[in-house]
């Protein structure tokens, strides 16, 4: 039938190739578009992946941070606890001095 307009002079052979352009190219822009979205999925992966791994370091320095000061000051009520139910029972002087 294209054969048929061709030889007639008409141009509906022009305008099938024209069509097929069109879908070759409408289905090339969806691929590189899938593509892009693609890319854009994986840097929004590989952002969200950065964020993650500051804020576990971010809370973990804050945490050990936290555990340092509950361990330093929790030591010395701990010692006069610990000294205070012994017997015999030592002056606070005895419990607080390093030596």
């Known amino acids: 039938m294209a054969s048929a307009a061709a030889e007639k002079g008409k141009a509906p052979a022009n305008a ?3 069509a097929a352009a069109a879908a070759a190219a409408a289905a090339a822009a969806a691929a590189a578009a899938a593509a892009a979205a693609a890319a854009a999925a994986a840097a929004a992966a590989a952002a969200a992946a950065a964020r993650a791994a500051r804020l576990a370091a971010e809370w973990t320095t804050w945490a050990m ?10 030591f010395i009520p701990l010692v006069i606890l ?3 139910n012994s017997e015999p029972k030592p002056r606070l002087s005895q419990l607080l001095s390093p030596i």
Not at 68 to 74: M, P
């Open 65 to 74: 941070k936290n555990a340092k000061v509950v361990a330093h000051y929790g």
């Open 16 to 18: 099938e190739e024209a």
């Open 82 to 84: 610990v000294g205070m």
